[in-house]
Every structure is written in structure tokens, then in C-alpha cells.
């Protein structure tokens, strides 16, 4: 447009500089103020501005020799400087006042008129104006800028990101700032002080709601004073969780673990000089995580979407999400395909538990893990239910099934939740199921009075971890007469031949707990509280640190050992004990051997079967200390090329371990970065139903059965007010050595 004006006006583009405004006939009611023409859509807007005659506004084209700048004139809003009267006679009249350089535009049948504008001004940061008065005292004009780093043009995807943006530069630069208008298509701000005169001005629209709104003017110069706008009670804005959220996205970009708000509270304090509340700084670190992977409603929302990418980042990854007949989510559950592969070359002990979720919608998180040769967690697969249920649990369990197949080399352990041993016993009747002996030996703790109940625990434990039948009976028979309703309990409630070692009929190694999963629900205690999505995403994250860790620690091993640093430890230990003990051959060409040990028993060693009567080589499945003597022995004559890591199980080998961990899991990007196929967008669920409860949301669980936690102790220092009271004040020397 400006390049057809100037050419039909015959004027020079290249040596003056054209604004193109008009008076819209939308302006009934309101006050009377020119729209500028910047760019193709407010030509359209012209176009279609049309009266009831079917007649165009009067065309204003403005001759000036500078370039508008951000402080510079207002464009479609608050053009009172440059507004004039002949503008508005031309627009409401007839015209005849205005200075016309040309006649009516032929295509459009609106007038065009042309005049010589004023320059607009170009102010420094801040400017004294040395006129003095009559009085010869010196009047300062202050004249400053707002320092916010926006130009003319510049998107943003949404008006609260404009809002933020001043709301932190009004704090900053301490000025106060009055809302015009808050609408779908546009957001206007002024200064506080504008019926005094101050031009500072900002005004952002969109076109529709699809487009992302653009900044059209701002004046960026204030003339009013700080002192002035920003005291009294005039200076009434205050700080909000937008606010706080901005500040923990620029200092912790992505983290969901940030300050508390009590510490926020003195941050937002130092950064934009304002004070908030403790709510409002909590809101403001809630809105911070929100901002990551959306609201608690949109895991939910989102969650086929989250696991398509999940699947589509890590190769081999299998999920599944189960809603119920109103599409609420019900189950989810996910195995990451690296350590479905890694699993290939571990023990085949799965160590299943549950924990409940902390959020407002509840549910219980189900972690099947296993424990890599070097004793480290090797989480295998994770759930979220409803609860720890028969149908939950069955669930669970039937698609950790589509990934790890039923087999009699399978050995679960848990805890004796009724509804996982139901479970268990129907989706893998092949394997077998163990019971963790620290949950038991809480419950046996509580059967038991007048005695020291930790000492019963202990006890215990040690007739659970016994691994001949010999020395079990002979320590349970202790046991019992010691502790005989414990006994009672056990005998009635306990299957032996799921907690005894001695009489465990599967391989489970080492592995006699829960504590595995149990450490990796304290790891993931504060993930407890997240989102659905940020949950997963703490989890994928928390499985990604450890592969990387035991990645590089199996990749820093001497090229010499062959066994994981856990077992190599434990042979170098029992070696200095094996090279005393007396082994006498029994039949070389088999290699079995007896050992006199330590404890003045004979043991016999077969090593070619990998046993021996004590049991220890057996059950852990590396060589004990007279499987050590042993082969020492046959080193000498019958064996000499026989190696300890050829007596131990494969799945201590290191270059086992190294495979275990050689996949990388990789995180899942943000929403902003998924490219998603069209029948994956369109599946969604709601959240579940939950109970609204009053109060404080609980943060500590209750103790388990059989779990007793330390008092704190009270404090004894000098200045409390109960010692004040019980000593005048006064802590004689005896009383004061006891309390230290």
C-alpha cells in the first residue's frame, strides 16, 4: 500500500517516511481514535471496514523524516498527540478541511489525505531539563526507560506471557501500571500516572483466538517519578505464582526439584523486589512444575501420548493404559526395553512390591525389580492402580507376563499381601514365590510380650537365613522355646518352605527381602507427590542415572577380573581363611575333596557339581570358603587350570554385567517436541474419582506392623521454658553433666 501511494502521490519512498492511519466507523460510544496501518492485515481490516452507504473511512497518510521507534507514537490507541482537529472534521464532515493532495482512490472509493506530521521524539534514558523559572529555580523533567525487552512486532504465544513479562518488569523497574483492557484479542496497559501525563503505553492483539497475539505499540519512556507511584498506597501491586513460577523456570529450567517456598519467598524478594506469601510462593512452584508436563489433569489427558513417545525414545519399551467404561484411567504400566534386555542376564529373581501415591488422586505404584550381581537395583517394570487389589495386582502381573514369560527358573519375593500371593500363584504357577523375611519378622515382633522385641526379630532372621536343615532346627528349636507364640504364629499363618533358605525349593540366591524395592520407594519418595507424567519422567530419569553409573564402573574394571567387584571381594576376603583350612582328596578324577573347616566340621566339595555340604556354594552360587581350599588343592595336581570365576554362577560375570547395562535409556522430550500419529492424538482419560479430604495432605505414612520409629529427643538447653519453670532457671552441675 505505502509503495502504491507513493507512487500514484508521486512522492519519494526512498526520502520520506509514510504513516497510514484511518478513523474506523466502529467507534460509536467510544472515544474518537485513529487505527495505523503497519502491516497486510490491517490493510485487510481497512477493506472490510465499511459503512452502512457502502463508503471507506478517509485514508490519512502522515509525511515524517524519522522512523517510529518502540517510545514513539501509539498505534490504533491513545493517538492524542498527534490527533487533530481538521483529521476529525475530515473524517466527520465533509473533508473540506483537510489538506488534500489527491483525490478520491479509485479502487477503494475512501479518501486519501496527505500532510506533513511532526517528528516524534527521540528521549534518552533520563533527561534534565536546565530551564529555569522566574523564581531562577531549576525544574527537572525525569524521563526513563521501562528496560523491558520487547519491540514492536514480537509474538507471544499466549497473553499471560505478556502479562508475566510486565507484571516482573513493573517490579523491577518499580513503576505502576493500570490494566485498559483484558480481552480474547487484545491486552492494553498504561501507566498509573497517565492522567498526569505519563505516555508510557503497551498494546498487544491477535487477529483470532488461533493466532498468538503481537506486540502493536509500546511507549517505552515514563515521566513520572518513582517516588511518587511506587510509595503510599499506591504501590498496592503485588507479587504473584506466575511470578514465582517465571523465576524458578530462568533458575531451574526443567527440574522439578526446586527451593521450598519458604526459601522462594526471600528469592523473589532479591530479584524483583517484591514480597510474597507463603501460599502464594507454594502456588508459584506448583504452576513451575505444571508448566513441565502440564497440570495433574493433563498426565492423565495425555498419558497414551506420553507412552507412544516413551516407546518411540526407547526401543523395546512396552506399556499399556487401561480406563474403564467412562474412559477414567484405571492402570498403566510400562518396562523400559533396555532393561528387559538387561534382564536377559540377570538372576531371575523379581522382587515386586507397592506404595501409595501422595497426589490428590491417590493410587498405588507397583515397582518389579531385580538385583544385578554387584547388588544394585535393576528396575524392571513399574505400575500405577488403584490400589493393591486381587484385580490390580492380576493385572500387573499378566503384563509383566507379556515380557517376561512364566518359567520354573522364575523366583518372586514380596511381602504377604494376600491379593499378590493370589495373584502370583495364577499368572506364573511354573515359578516359585518366597516371602520377605524382614516384613515377616515385623509381624512375628507383635506376637511376642515381655521380652526385647528387636532380639526376637533378630533371632528370627537368623533361623530364616540358615542354610542346612540341621542348623535351622537346631536354631528354631531356640527359637521356640524362647519365643512360643511366636512359633504358634508361624506354624499357623507361615508356610516354612516360603521363608526358611534351607527349604526354599527355587534359586534365590542372596535374596531374602523386599529391601530392594523398598529402597528404590524412598528414592522415589518425592516423585510420590508429582503428576502422573512427572512421575514417569523422575522414574525414567532416576533408571537412566544408574544405567550411565554402572555403564561406567563395569567399563573401568582391569581387564584381569573376571568376576563383579561385589563377589571378587567377598573370594578375596575368604581366600586368606581357605589357604589355613586342611582338604584331603576323596577321588581327583572328580574332583571332590573334604575340608576340616574352621569350625573343626568336615565338609565335603564337589567342585565338578559346584556343591558342598555346608550349603553356602550351593544356594549363593559362588564358591565358599572350603569350595576355595579345595580348589586350591586341586590347582596343584587334578585341576591346575580350575579359576574361582569358573566355579561361579555366569550371572557374576563381569562381561554379563557390562551387557546388562549397554542399552541407553533416553528421556522423553517435551509436549511442544512430540510428533504424534492421528489415532494416538485421539485417545485420551479422564482422571479417576477421588475423595476431597480436609486438612493438610499427610506427608509421613503411618508405621508399618511391627515398626517402631525413635522419639526425638526433647531439647534440654538452657532457655526453655519448661526448664525455666521446673529449676528457677538455674542447672546445677550434676544435672548439667547428665544432660550432655
Known amino acids: 500500500m505505502v509503495e502504491k501511494i507513493c507512487r500514484k502521490k508521486k512522492v519519494d519512498e526512498a526520502t520520506t517516511k509514510l504513516r497510514v492511519s484511518y478513523f474506523p466507523f466502529t467507534f460509536q460510544g467510544r472515544k474518537l481514535r485513529p487505527n495505523y496501518i503497519r502491516d497486510d492485515e490491517d490493510v485487510v481490516c481497512y477493506y472490510e471496514d465499511v459503512s452502512e452507504e457502502g463508503l471507506r473511512s478517509v485514508l490519512h497518510v502522515e509525511v515524517t523524516n524519522d522512523v517510529e521507534q518502540n517510545q514513539g507514537i501509539d498505534e490504533n490507541e491513545g493517538f492524542d498527540q498527534v490527533l487533530r482537529e481538521d483529521l476529525v472534521r475530515g473524517y466527520v464532515a465533509n473533508n473540506e478541511d483537510i489538506p488534500l493532495v489527491g483525490g478520491a482512490d479509485d479502487s477503494g472509493g475512501g479518501v486519501l489525505a496527505m500532510y506533513v506530521g511532526e517528528p516524534s521524539q527521540q528521549y534518552p534514558a533520563v533527561v534534565e531539563n536546565e530551564d529555569r523559572d522566574v523564581e531562577g529555580n531549576a525544574s527537572e523533567a525525569i524521563l526513563w526507560v521501562d528496560e523491558i525487552d520487547i519491540t514492536v512486532g514480537q509474538e507471544f504465544r499466549s497473553k499471560e506471557a505478556i502479562q508475566s513479562l510486565v507484571e516482573k518488569a513493573g517490579h523491577n523497574n518499580v513503576f505502576e501500571f493500570v490494566v485498559k483492557k483484558s480481552e480474547p484479542l487484545r491486552y492494553v496497559v498504561a501507566c498509573s500516572e497517565a492522567h498526569n501525563g505519563c505516555d508510557w503505553y503497551i498494546r498487544a492483539a491477535r487477529r483470532d483466538t488461533t493466532k498468538p497475539f503481537s ?3 509500546h511507549r517505552n519512556i515514563h515521566s513520572c517519578s518513582r517516588s511518587s507511584t511506587s510509595t503510599g498506597r499506591r504501590s498496592r501491586r503485588k507479587g504473584t505464582p506466575t511470578m514465582v513460577a517465571s523465576l524458578l523456570a530462568e533458575d531451574y529450567p526443567g527440574k522439578l526439584t526446586t527451593p521450598p517456598p519458604k526459601d522462594l519467598i526471600d528469592l523473589v524478594q532479591g530479584r524483583f523486589g517484591v514480597q510474597v506469601s507463603y501460599s502464594t510462593a507454594w502456588r508459584g512452584k506448583k504452576e513451575a512444575a505444571n508448566d513441565i508436563r502440564g497440570t495433574p489433569e493433563d498426565g492423565f489427558r495425555l ?208 535374596i531374602d527381602t523386599s529391601n530392594s524395592v523398598e529402597s528404590i520407594n524412598g528414592v522415589l519418595e518425592r516423585a510420590r507427590n508429582y503428576s502422573l507424567l512427572q512421575l514417569i519422567d523422575a522414574i525414567v530419569g532416576k533408571i537412566a542415572e544408574w544405567f550411565a553409573k554402572h555403564r561406567k564402573a563395569s567399563g573401568l574394571l582391569p581387564s584381569g ?59 549363593d552360587k559362588y564358591p565358599c570358603v572350603h569350595a576355595i581350599a579345595a580348589t586350591l588343592t586341586a590347582n596343584k595336581d587334578a585341576a591346575p587350570e580350575l579359576r574361582a570365576h569358573d566355579l561361579s554362577s555366569k550371572y557374576y560375570w563381569i562381561e554379563l554385567w557390562v551387557l546388562a547395562y549397554t542399552r541407553t535409556i533416553y528421556p522423553v522430550p517435551h509436549n511442544s517436541q512430540w510428533v504424534l500419529p492421528e489415532e494416538i492424538m485421539q485417545q485420551f482419560a479422564y482422571p479417576p474419582d477421588y475423595e476431597v479430604k480436609q486438612g493438610r495432605r499427610q506427608e509421613t505414612r503411618f508405621p508399618s506392623v511391627g515398626e517402631h520409629r525413635g522419639r526425638k529427643k526433647r531439647s534440654h538447653g538452657a532457655g526453655g521454658l519448661g526448664e525455666w519453670f521446673t529449676n528457677d532457671g538455674d542447672v546445677d552441675g550434676d544435672d548439667a553433666g547428665d544432660q550432655g
Open 215 to 217: 506486540i502493536r505499540t
Open 303 to 510: 498419558v497414551h501420548s506420553y507412552m507412544y513417545m516413551l516407546e518411540k525414545m526407547n526401543h523395546g519399551t512396552v506399556s499399556y493404559v487401561e480406563v474403564d467404561e467412562e474412559q477414567k484411567f484405571k492402570y498403566l504400566f510400562f518396562a523400559l526395553g533396555a532393561s528387559i534386555e538387561g534382564f536377559q542376564v540377570m538372576r531371575k529373581v523379581i522382587i515386586v512390591d507397592g506404595t501409595h501415591l501422595k497426589t490428590a488422586y491417590g493410587g498405588v505404584l507397583i515397582v518389579a525389580t531385580a538385583q544385578d550381581p554387584d547388588h544394585h537395583h535393576y528396575p524392571i517394570a513399574f505400575g500405577v492402580v488403584d490400589g493393591e487389589k486381587n484385580d490390580s495386582w492380576t493385572w500387573f502381573l499378566k503384563k509383566l507376563k507379556t515380557v517376561i514369560p512364566d518359567d520354573p527358573q522364575i523366583v518372586f519375593i514380596s511381602d504377604r499381601n494376600q491379593s499378590l500371593i493370589k495373584a502370583i500363584a495364577e499368572v506364573y504357577p511354573s515359578s516359585h514365590h518366597g516371602h520377605c523375611i524382614f516384613h515377616l519378622s515385623q509381624n512375628v515382633k507383635l506376637k511376642v510380650f515381655g521380652v526385647n522385641k528387636a532380639v526376637c526379630g533378630k533371632k528370627f532372621r537368623e533361623c530364616a537365613r540358615a542354610y542346612t536343615e540341621a542348623e535351622f532346627l537346631r536354631l528354631y528349636e531356640v527359637f521356640s522355646s524362647t519365643y512360643p507364640s511366636a512359633r504358634t504364629y508361624l506354624d499357623e499363618w507361615a508356610d516354612v518352605t516360603k521363608w526358611a533358605r534351607c527349604y526354599f525349593r527355587g534359586e534365590k540366591y542372596n
Open 561 to 619: 577380573q573376571y568376576l563383579v567387584p561385589f563377589v571378587e571381594k567377598e573370594l578375596h576376603i575368604t581366600i586368606k581363611k581357605a589357604k589355613k583350612l586342611v582338604v584331603r582328596e576323596l577321588n581327583g578324577y572328580n574332583l571332590e575333596y573334604s575340608v576340616i573347616g574352621g569350625d573343626g566340621k568336615i565338609y565335603l566339595v564337589d567342585l565338578r557339581s559346584k556343591t558342598c555340604s555346608c550349603r553356602r556354594f550351593d544356594i
